[in-house]
């Protein structure tokens, strides 16, 4: 039977046995750097497809040399580290994976990140969709504007500008929306709460820059490479303005979590159709077969998990 185990103080143990102290340093001040990794399940494989996980442990990496977290492993041993609990854990489905570096110190009234010792704790949790809506969803321009590098790096993902994401979220979702869409201090389009963003106009496929505080996307990379690859469409990374949205042919959302995601409506305007778009529609399906490890060309994107017979 599938077992719930996380990798935890360097060993991999029971998840209900992972537990750290309330004086833990990360608990109080966020003070953690941490990935989001989908393992799809190939049901003709009889394998977990891990997606694109060096990609993601180099950008955590990164976020942890940000943190001054010092943990002692390198981008391969995380891949390895992740690998080998995913076959031990043994689920035979979607999954999403959660490594996670920490100030472990369990000290409070110290702000000084140099003087706190760092862990390294990772969690494998079964996962479907993740944006609760059949079709193209329905988004709201946040109130809260996206968070700039010059308050959190905003580029890898520091556990505390989560909460920057989540008043977004919630708000979006509590006034009838399925997520909410971001704007930097200047009132360019930055992503949504938990996504990179795309804009397409007259065939030409558009995104903000890094430099509009969005997150480094894994999946924003995928969807650029499939869209010039297989689609042979121009990307051009611009800064946007909120109204070209209302008047783009499309709009669509990508993320680890959200995989490519269409947006219909911005706040309360139509985009397009209001439905999907043909070429949204062409880099989702394209995307959602690469990533469970069925298209030969991008097999080096996804590390096959042979799992553990029970
Ligand atoms: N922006 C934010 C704020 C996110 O949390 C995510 C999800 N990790 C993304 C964009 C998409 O990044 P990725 O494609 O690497 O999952």
């Given at each position: 039977m599938p077992e719930a185990l996380a990798f935890f103080r360097g060993n991999v143990v029971p998840l209900a046995d992972a537990k750290v102290n309330v004086m833990t340093h990360a608990m109080h001040y966020g003070t953690a750097v941490f990935e989001g990794i989908r393992g799809n399940w190939n049901e003709d494989h009889g394998k977990i497809m891990i997606f694109r996980m060096r990609e993601h442990y180099v950008r955590f990496l990164q976020g942890c040399r940000m943190m001054m977290?010092?943990?002692?492993?390198?981008a391969d041993d995380l891949c390895e580290i992740t690998t080998d609990l995913v076959a031990k854990c043994g689920y035979r489905e979607d999954l999403y994976i959660r490594p996670l570096a920490y100030k472990?110190?369990?000290?409070?009234?110290?702000?000084?990140?140099?003087?706190l010792a760092s862990d390294f704790t990772l969690i494998v949790n079964p996962f479907g969709?993740?944006?609760?809506?059949?079709g193209a969803i329905r988004c709201c321009t946040s109130s809260w504007r996206r968070i700039d590098d010059t308050i959190i790096p905003p580029r890898v993902k520091i556990s505390g500008h989560y909460v920057n994401s989540i008043l977004a979220k919630t708000e979006a979702v509590l006034a009838g929306f399925d997520e909410a869409i971001m704007l930097t201090q200047d009132g360019n389009v930055s992503e949504g709460s938990g996504e990179n963003l795309f804009m397409v106009s007259n065939g030409v496929v558009h995104t903000p820059p890094v430099?509009?505080?969005?997150?480094?996307?894994i999946t924003r990379d995928s969807a650029i490479t499939l869209a010039k690859r297989e689609l042979g469409l121009d990307i051009v990374e611009r800064n946007i303005r909120r109204s070209e949205l209302y008047l783009a042919d499309e709009v669509f959302l990508t993320g680890t979590a959200a995989h490519v995601t269409p947006v219909g409506e911005l706040d309360s305007r139509p985009i397009g159709?209001?439905?999907?778009?043909p070429v949204t529609r062409q880099i989702m399906d394209k995307y959602l077969d690469v990533i469970r490890g069925n298209d030969p060309d991008y097999a080096d994107w996804c590390t096959a998990v042979p799992l553990e017979s029970w």
């Open positions: 977290l010092d943990i002692p492993y390198s472990s110190a369990e000290r409070v009234a110290n702000l000084k990140l140099h003087e969709a993740y944006i609760d809506a059949e430099a509009d505080n969005n997150l480094v996307g159709e209001g439905g999907i778009g």
